[in-house]
């Protein structure tokens, strides 16, 4: 059974940091690249950051460029997420994804989605 599972949400003061991780099962992180998609309340999901499962490269949105990190654990079938100066926009409730080379930040394209951590920050 494929199942995204992500953790590490929290309540945070503006300017700090967290590291959402999204542990990945009934598949490797060689099958599929895995992205970072957030919704704020009112707000359509927005990709966030994504990583790429054949060379490792990255994309991020315009928004978290040089505050966020996407990286993954291949030992433990992890992806992460460090979050770094942390602002209030940046609350939301944050999905990762499974989805094809190619094609972040198209959502619809991913497969398989975990069930969200939310992230509050706070001014």
């Known amino acids: 059974e494929v199942q995204l599972v992500e953790s590490g949400g929290g309540l945070v003061q503006a300017g700090g940091s967290l590291r959402l991780s999204c542990a990945a099962s009934g598949f490797t992180l060689d099958d599929y690249v895995i992205g970072w998609f957030r919704q704020a309340p009112g707000k359509e999901r927005e990709g966030v950051s994504c990583i790429s499962n054949t060379d490792g490269r990255t994309n991020y949105a315009d928004s978290v460029k040089g505050r966020f990190t996407i990286s993954k654990d291949i030992a433990e079938n992890t992806v992460y997420l460090q979050m770094n100066s942390l602002k209030p926009e940046d609350t939301a409730v944050y999905y990762c994804?499974?989805?094809?080379?190619?094609?972040?930040?198209?959502?619809?394209?991913?497969?398989?989605w975990g069930q969200g951590t939310q992230v509050t920050v706070s001014s």
């Open positions: 994804a499974a989805g094809p080379y190619g094609q972040w930040p198209d959502e619809g394209f991913y497969r398989y």
